[in-house]
């Protein structure tokens, strides 16, 4: 098996100190669960790898400008996470470590955003004005949150660096 760069340093690292070190401590996990052992492997890796390049190549993580793009487009991608998240758990199915990351992010980050958003969006939100102007400051809020998942997923999948921000402008 091929050693993560810096395994290491996270040999015998505990989940809670590894979402710390991410600034992630606040997701709601069970007590016991932050307690196991952080050691990804062959599986956790490539399914962090599928991901993470997902993440890099969507509004999730990339400036959508005032002035371009489509709020519903923007809401579709974010949505989509969730089938290739549940495609990418099935297809590998020893991920565990993966897993355990993937449905909480699922769950408790971008759920709450697309279940209003995708509720809003019915009722005709993005032809407001207001309303399309609410849903991309909050994007932005999810980005970041997702930005630092991008940057766990890199971690995960044995990257010596992470490109999520790659392209910003300083």
Not at 2 to 16: F, H, S
Not at 33 to 52: I, S
Not at 55 to 60: K, Q
Not at 90 to 104: D, G, L, Q, T, Y
């Amino acid at each position: 098996m091929v050693a993560l760069p810096g395994e290491e340093y996270y040999a015998g690292m505990k989940w809670r100190a590894w979402l710390d070190e991410w600034g992630m401590s606040s997701l709601k996990i069970k007590s016991p669960f932050l307690e196991m052992e952080w050691k990804p492997q062959g599986p956790d890796r490539q399914a962090a790898w599928e991901l993470y390049v997902e993440l890099l190549t969507r509004v999730t993580t990339q400036p959508l400008p005032d002035q371009d793009g489509d709020e519903q487009a923007a809401l579709t991608s974010v949505f989509n996470l969730f089938g290739l998240t549940r495609d990418i758990l099935r297809r590998n199915f020893r991920c565990v470590e993966f897993s355990k990351i993937a449905v909480v992010v699922l769950n408790q980050v971008i759920r709450p955003f697309t279940a209003k958003w995708h509720k809003l969006s019915l009722q005709g939100a993005f032809k407001d004005p207001a309303l399309c102007k609410q849903f991309r400051k909050e994007l932005v809020g999810l980005q970041e949150t997702l930005a630092i998942y991008s940057g766990m997923l890199s971690q995960m999948a044995g990257l010596e660096e992470d490109l999520t921000h790659i392209d910003a402008t300083p």
